[in-house]
Structure formats: structure tokens, C-alpha cells
Nanobody, 115 residues
């Protein structure tokens, strides 16, 4: 089992930046992959970025060049640095951990991009 707690969401103006954090309850060193997903009102949850146990990262095209996923294994934390935010980035952002056949989710953190 692993518990995930997200933080760092909030209200930001278009063009602004935020950094989301996902703190895991135990070591993430052996977790196959950790990622960030988001869900906007009335839409399906979608993948934003993922980082594998080997450190390889993938970001979806809609955020490529603006969002960066990283991790600090000493702090059991994964980050999502978001820059040049747009109104369409408004969503609840969820942290995910995949370990074997198991999927773990955090409770989500709201990001609102608005002037």
C-alpha cells in the first residue's frame, strides 16, 4: 500500500506558474511509475505526465514544453512544474502510482487558471 497526498494547487493567472507536489507514504524507489493526471469538469481523466522507475519521463503533447515532471526519491515526492499556464489547464490534478498490477491515487488538488 502507498498513500499519496497532493499539494500546491490554487488559482493562478494565465501565463503563470505552479508547482504541484505528491508526497508518498513510503519509498517510491521501487514503484514502477508515478504520474500526474487531470480531470476537467465534464471531461474524462487524462494523463499529463509520467516518470518511470528508471527516471524516464513522458509528457503529453498538450503540455509539452510547459510542464515538467520530476522526483526526489530521498523525499518520496514527485513534482509537476507547470509554466505558461492556460485556462484549458484548469482541472483537478491527481497523483498516481503504479506498482505491479496495483494503481494508487491521491485525493487531487484543484488548479484554476483565470484572470
Amino acid at each position: 500500500q502507498v498513500q499519496l497526498v497532493e499539494s500546491g494547487g490554487g488559482l493562478v493567472q494565465p501565463g503563470g506558474s505552479l508547482r504541484l507536489s505528491c508526497a508518498a507514504s513510503r519509498s517510491i524507489f521501487s514503484i514502477n511509475a508515478m504520474g500526474w493526471y487531470r480531470q476537467a469538469p465534464g471531461k474524462e481523466r487524462e494523463l499529463v505526465a509520467i516518470i518511470t522507475v528508471g527516471g524516464r519521463t513522458t509528457t503529453v503533447d498538450s503540455v509539452k514544453g510547459r510542464f515538467t515532471i520530476s522526483r526526489d526519491t530521498a523525499r518520496n515526492t514527485v513534482y509537476l512544474q507547470m509554466t505558461s499556464l492556460k485556462s484549458e489547464d484548469t482541472a483537478v490534478y491527481y497523483c498516481n502510482a503504479k506498482e505491479g498490477i496495483k494503481d494508487y491515487w491521491g485525493q487531487g488538488t484543484q488548479v484554476t487558471v483565470s484572470s
